[in-house]
């Protein structure tokens, strides 16, 4: 196992430490924790919006802390998720009176652990409200889910949730737009490496030289096919019409595209993907309202993407394009 680690046990508590170290006047630890929250926070009478989940997947969770986005992501262990109490203490942090809305991926841990969270918040009197968010039309079921899992599409979810909260919306308006892009968004992703859990010190899966696998999850998970490498193109034409096969458009519809990093593809590799994406989608009549590149909710370093779209509406424009301040999303 080649890794920048010092011990492989802390290397969630050291990143965080080191990120911090890096934004000192925007971001802080909660003491004893590894919850990260505004330095502002908490906001009186803004709803406040918290998500977080297994690490492994930067810069998702933290970094989209800030201004219209984030106020608190709350940093499990590699590829596990946080306990109830430490969900608790971030509710408890950034809750400014208005409420506070948990944005959650859809794995078993995650959904159990901040339903948990959500009950001992809502029995001190803090009004908790919720999306679950399952973006991936690759899989139904997975080891990890009960229903589909939920990846980069999140990351849209917490922008336009948080573009409406930091507007002055209250909690059920947060949570009735979180809904609407939950109900418009679909992603797919691909893998052609795994990835290395330090702690564990080999890789989770294989993949021959010659092997790519298609529907892989954010952690590893298997997908629905393990075939030959095929050219930039066919991987994103098949990864697209998969999920224009789940959500309906029409032609004149607006689109937001995230072409996704796993973490270890150049950039040079996610824009060849896009360049297909973006006539795929141009053919049929859509309008690209934004395109976003880069690694947004990755894998360590396994070498990949994912694909995701979202249906826009006026709202849903306007909420995306608002300014954010979070160090990874900065509009």
Not at 87 to 116: P, Q, R
Not at 186 to 198: D, E, I, N
Not at 201 to 211: A, D, Q, R, V
């Amino acid at each position: 196992m080649k890794k920048i680690v010092n011990d492989p046990e802390s290397v969630v508590q050291d990143m965080l430490d080191g990120l911090i170290s890096a934004h000192p006047d925007s971001l802080q630890l909660l003491p004893e924790t590894t919850v990260v929250v505004r330095k502002d926070a908490p906001i009186t009478n803004k709803v406040s919006i918290v998500s977080g989940g297994g690490s492994g997947h930067e810069p998702a969770h933290a970094g989209y802390i800030g201004d219209g986005m984030l106020d608190a992501a709350v940093c499990g262990e590699m590829f596990t998720s946080p306990t109830p109490d430490q969900v608790f203490e971030s509710i408890k942090a950034v809750d400014g009176g208005a409420g506070v809305f948990l944005v959650i991926k859809n794995y078993t841990g995650d959904v159990m652990n901040f339903e948990m969270a959500a009950e001992l918040a809502e029995a001190e009197g803090i009004q908790v409200e919720k999306v679950i968010v399952n973006d991936d039309v690759a899989v139904e079921d997975s080891s990890f889910t009960t229903g589909r899992r939920g990846i980069a599409g999140t990351i849209f979810v917490h922008k336009i949730a948080g573009a409406k909260a930091a507007a002055g919306g209250s909690i059920e308006e947060v949570k009735s737009v979180a809904e609407k892009v939950v109900a418009n968004v679909r992603s797919m992703g691909m893998a052609l490496t795994p990835c290395t859990v330090p702690a564990a010190g080999k890789p989770s899966f294989t993949l021959e030289e010659n092997e790519m696998e298609i529907g892989t999850g954010i952690h590893g998970e298997p997908g629905i096919e393990r075939k030959p490498i095929a050219s930039a193109s066919a991987i994103a034409e098949e990864l697209t019409d998969k999920i224009l096969e789940d959500i309906k458009f029409n032609s004149g519809d607006d689109v937001a595209v995230m072409i996704n990093g796993m973490g270890a593809t150049p950039e040079m590799e996610l824009y060849i993907l896009n360049k297909k994406v973006n006539q795929m989608l141009t053919d049929r009549g859509l309008t690209i309202h934004k395109t976003f590149v880069g690694d947004y909710m990755t894998s360590l370093e396994m070498a990949g993407c994912s694909i995701t779209l979202l249906k826009l509406d006026d709202e849903l424009k306007t909420l995306l394009d608002a300014e954010s301040s979070a160090p990874a999303f900065r509009i």
